[in-house]
C-alpha cells in the first residue's frame, strides 16, 4: 500500500523551529521529486518548495526563503522539511508529496502535477 506520513507538527512560538518528517511506505522516494504544501484556514493550497530526486535541485516559494530547508534521507525514505524563524503566517496544515517529474521552477507549486500525497500535519505559530 503506498502512503506517505507527515509528522512533526506542533505549536511553537514566534521565531521558533520545527522539523517535518514525510515518510514513505510501499514504494521508494528516491525516483520522485518531493513537494511540500500548506494550507491555511480560508485559503488555497500553497506549494512551498520542491526537490529533485536526480540531482537534488530545489525551489522555494519567497515566503519561505531563507527560512525553511528540505533535505531527503533515501535511506530512510524520509524527506524533511527544516522550519526556522517561524512567523504566526506560516500556520497551516502542511502536507507532503511526491511527482515524478522533476522540480521546475515554472510549475513546482502546482498540485496537479502530484502523484501522492500525505495526510498533512498541522503546524500553528504563536505571536
Known amino acids: 500500500q503506498v502512503q506517505l506520513v507527515e509528522s512533526g507538527g506542533g505549536l511553537v512560538q514566534f521565531g521558533g523551529s520545527l522539523r517535518l518528517s514525510c515518510a514513505a511506505s510501499g514504494f521508494t522516494l528516491d525516483y520522485y521529486a518531493i513537494g511540500w504544501f500548506r494550507q491555511a484556514p480560508g485559503k488555497e493550497r500553497e506549494g512551498v518548495l520542491c526537490?529533485?530526486?536526480?540531482?537534488?535541485?530545489?525551489y522555494y516559494a519567497d515566503s519561505v526563503k531563507g527560512r525553511f530547508t528540505i533535505s531527503r534521507d533515501n535511506a530512510k525514505n524520509t524527506v524533511y522539511l527544516q522550519m526556522n524563524s517561524l512567523k504566526p503566517e506560516d500556520t497551516a496544515v502542511y502536507y507532503c508529496?511526491?511527482?515524478?517529474?522533476?522540480?521546475?521552477?515554472?510549475?513546482?507549486?502546482?498540485?496537479?502535477?502530484?502523484?501522492?500525497w500525505g495526510q498533512g500535519t498541522q503546524v500553528t505559530v504563536s505571536s
Open positions: 508529496a511526491t511527482s515524478r517529474v522533476r522540480c521546475r521552477p515554472s510549475d513546482y507549486a502546482d498540485a496537479p502535477r502530484y502523484d501522492y
Open positions: 526537490i529533485s530526486s536526480s540531482d537534488g535541485s530545489t
